[in-house]
């Protein structure tokens, strides 16, 4: 009955190695850097619509400032080009003109202050661009450490189902059926071994009429523990 023995030990080596894959600490260290990252995907996009924004009018003010200056050029052209008849017209064009002077000053004003708003945007970008590829190799060194843990994982798996194997050729099946059926209630002791007096399975002590019937069994041999319903090998 060693091989009984053998075949639970297996199996909750089995167990053991599959708890520990579904709980590994280096697949909560992946998701934990995969969420990092992400969160740096939503902070660089947040920053680029906010600068697409100044940017935008930026742009917008910029195109004023041509057509300001278009117009400018225009009366210019007009005020030194000889059209001018009147002295009261020249008053005029030269009255509009300064408006517009001021209204390019005030203009390139406001461009100049996005610019200032845009310089520590686009750092701030940079920075991020910097923490996201520090972030990505976070992510692939994760992901190495656990793959490798993983596989090895997996090849203890397949080295304990070796075993199993192994010792499977020695239980006979009825033997293993009634084994299997333990398992689901007794886990890790669906097969116990008598102690002299006791079932060691049970919760509570073998009442003594239990125990004279397995002691009166040969060494070696399987019975239902009839208190636990454990099988026992006495
Ligand atoms: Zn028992």
Do not use: W
């Amino acid at each position: 009955m060693e091989s009984l023995f053998a075949v639970q030990d297996e199996d909750v080596v089995r167990g053991q190695l599959e708890h520990r894959r579904a709980n590994l600490p280096e697949r909560a260290s992946l998701v934990a850097a995969e969420a990092a990252r992400a969160a740096t995907v939503v902070e660089v996009e947040r920053v680029g619509l906010e600068r697409l924004d100044h940017v935008r009018r930026q742009h917008r003010y910029e195109g004023e400032v041509a057509a300001v200056e278009a117009r400018l050029a225009d009366l210019d052209e007009k005020l030194y080009g000889g059209a001018i008849t009147s002295p009261k017209e020249a008053t005029s064009l030269q009255t509009e003109m300064g408006h517009l002077g001021k209204r390019q000053d005030d203009l390139e004003g406001q461009v100049l202050e996005i610019m200032e708003i845009l310089e520590p945007l686009d750092g701030e970008l940079v920075t991020l661009t910097a923490t996201g590829e520090t972030q990505d190799s976070s992510i692939a060194a994760a992901r190495t450490i656990l793959d490798e843990t993983e596989a090895e994982i997996v090849d203890e798996l397949a080295a304990s189902a070796e075993r199993r194997t192994a010792a499977l050729a020695d239980v006979p099946e009825d033997v293993l059926g009634r084994y299997e059926k333990g398992r689901p209630m007794f886990g890790s002791s669906a097969v116990v071994r008598f102690s002299g007096s006791d079932c060691s399975g049970c919760p509570y002590s073998m009442p003594a009429m239990e125990a004279d019937r397995v002691k009166s069994m040969a060494a070696g041999s399987l019975t239902d523990c009839s208190e636990c319903g454990r099988l026992v090998v006495r």
